[in-house]
């Protein structure tokens, strides 16, 4: 059982990145998914999230309309597409598994699986 976030990488800004979320041994549809982040200092915060049953997505005030996450049930992959990337969005972005059939941004604690971190840097 894996869960793997990749895609992260040095980007200017206003550029873009997509990151992907994949798993191995188990159904990521069975799932509601959270993609967080954690800046250097700070702490960790819940940047988008998408519902099991629903499909409903939710995403913190910083990236609304910047950021898009969406899924392919085919690939067993949660996609996060980053534009007008701005360089306080640098962080190590992390996807996480909730058993809830709601998600939300706020409270990792309803995220009992997570992933290993990619890092994305956003600077000139």
């Known amino acids: 059982v894996q869960l793997q976030a990749s895609g992260g990488g040095l980007v200017q800004p206003g550029g873009s990145l997509s990151l992907s979320c994949a798993a191995s041994g188990f159904r990521l549809d069975s799932y509601s998914i959270g993609w967080f982040r954690q800046a250097p200092g700070k702490e960790r915060e819940g940047v988008s999230c998408i519902s099991r049953s629903s499909g409903v997505t939710y995403y913190a005030d910083s990236v609304k309309g910047r950021f898009t996450i969406s899924r392919d049930n085919a690939k067993n992959t949660v996609y996060l597409q980053m534009n007008s990337l701005k360089p306080e969005d640098t962080a190590v972005y992390y996807c996480?598994?909730?058993?809830?059939?709601?998600?939300?941004?706020?409270?990792?604690?309803?995220?009992?699986?997570w992933g290993q971190g990619t890092l994305v840097t956003v600077s000139s």
């Open positions: 996480a598994t909730s058993p809830l059939r709601a998600c939300s941004v706020y409270g990792s604690s309803r995220y009992d699986y």
